[in-house]
């Protein structure tokens, strides 16, 4: 049987990974892994992390299967960490929340609980957006539409063209939004659109799917979540999928989150058995580990704030080397301004290099980023920075 299996091509993150890790140019500056790194180039556990870890180690007296929606103290924190403590939504009881194996697995939860509420829906994603939603969505048996979103040119949003791409979205079809730090652009939508968005949705009756992979590391906690808290006010039903990932630090572990806002309490009720359902016939129980962690820094109040600090140091970080880019990319008078970059917000900015140009920095400088020119801004350091400022500028007028 498996002699009719032809080799795939290797995914492009991966491969450029293991370009970079046989490159032993002592100048190489990796940009193409989406994971924070630090000044040395590490990414490390964060402290509260580490903290958390011991304490759990401590406490757990069993290694049993912890159900299918999780520990009840992670679902009620990250909870409280998406939709706000305070928020009407939570004080209606309108919102369920499960413990998923990351981000992946909460978005993948997601297409298959939306495959059985309506089996002709149409995701309509971003245009760009994270390359693997398509596979997350769409292999869960969703068709996937886009909408305009992003403009190269002006590195904006195509705010009016998105609009009106989304006027012809109706009830029964899904519209997949980036909660903030757009991957891959940067370019996140304000608190004026996400409103005039909502009024869309209310009007229209389409269901808003929001992936909120990185809380925490645009603007800020609360300022990153305003999108989905003013959603959730406003509309009947909303389903989000997040990640500690990045906002932890807890890759390896896989901890993600679904939560599902339905129009009454029962309703949300009746749709967290159809969600349980899905994780039975998917991965059967959740992993423990990670959510325990994060359960426990959410529920100490000097580890949460232990944590909130190294991650407002993180996110600091990343937007002082934004505008730190620009200023460098300047000084070298270049024909082309990239002052956008610092208005932007997460990780992940497209430079707006021809793949050609691309090719030339990784071929004759050791500079990697995928061939959209998209770069994580958290691979950049002080002490490569005027390297990779210099780099750019010479395939620019090469």
Not at 80 to 103: K, M, N, S
Not at 158 to 177: C, P, Q, T, W, Y
Not at 356 to 380: H, K, T
């Amino acid at each position: 049987m498996f002699s009719s299996l032809n080799a795939l091509a290797p995914d492009p993150i991966l491969g450029l990974i293991a370009l970079a890790n046989k490159d032993h140019n002592a100048n190489k500056v990796d940009l193409g892994v989406g994971v924070y790194k630090n000044e040395s180039g590490a990414t490390p556990i964060m402290a509260a992390v580490k903290t958390a870890e011991r304490n759990c180690a401590e406490k757990e007296l069993t290694k049993a299967y912890i159900g299918p929606a999780g520990p009840a103290e992670f679902n009620s924190g990250i909870r409280d960490l998406i939709f706000g403590a305070q928020h009407p939504a939570l004080q209606a009881e309108r919102v369920r929340t499960v413990l998923t194996p990351g981000g992946c697995g909460a978005l993948r939860v997601g297409a298959e609980f939306l495959k059985r509420c309506s089996e002709n829906a149409t995701v309509w994603v971003s245009d760009p957006t994270w390359a693997n939603h398509l596979p997350l969505l769409g292999n869960a048996g969703l068709k996937l539409a886009e909408y305009p979103y992003y403009e190269a040119g002006s590195a904006g949003i195509k705010f009016d063209e998105m609009m009106s791409a989304l006027a012809n979205v109706g009830r029964g079809d899904i519209v997949l939004l980036h909660g903030c730090c757009h991957n891959p652009c940067g370019a996140d939508l304000s608190e004026a659109q996400w409103r005039e968005l909502t009024a869309l949705a209310a009007k229209n009756g389409f269901l808003p799917f929001i992936d909120l992979a990185y809380q925490g590391f645009g603007r800020g906690l609360d300022e990153d979540a305003y999108g989905i808290r003013y959603m959730a006010e406003h509309l009947p039903e909303l389903l989000v999928a997040s990640s500690c990932s990045k906002n932890f630090g807890l890759y390896r572990e896989r901890v993600g989150s679904l939560s599902v806002v339905g129009d009454k309490a029962a309703q949300s009720d009746a749709s967290l058995t159809h969600i349980n359902n899905v994780v039975r016939g998917n991965y059967s129980m959740p992993p423990s580990h990670g959510g325990a962690i994060v359960g426990e820094i959410l529920a100490d109040q000097a580890l949460r704030q232990n944590w909130e600090a190294e991650l407002a140091a993180m996110r600091d970080r990343i937007n002082q080397l934004r505008v730190l880019l620009v200023d460098k990319l300047s000084a070298q008078n270049v024909d082309r301004d990239f002052s956008f970059i610092a208005k932007q917000h997460g990780m992940f900015s497209f430079l707006g290099l021809s793949v050609a140009q691309v090719d030339q920095l990784r071929e004759q400088f050791s500079i990697y980023m995928v061939g959209s020119s998209r770069v994580n801004i958290a691979g950049i350091s002080q002490t490569n920075i005027d390297y990779l400022a210099q780099s750019i500028a010479a395939v620019l007028v090469s």
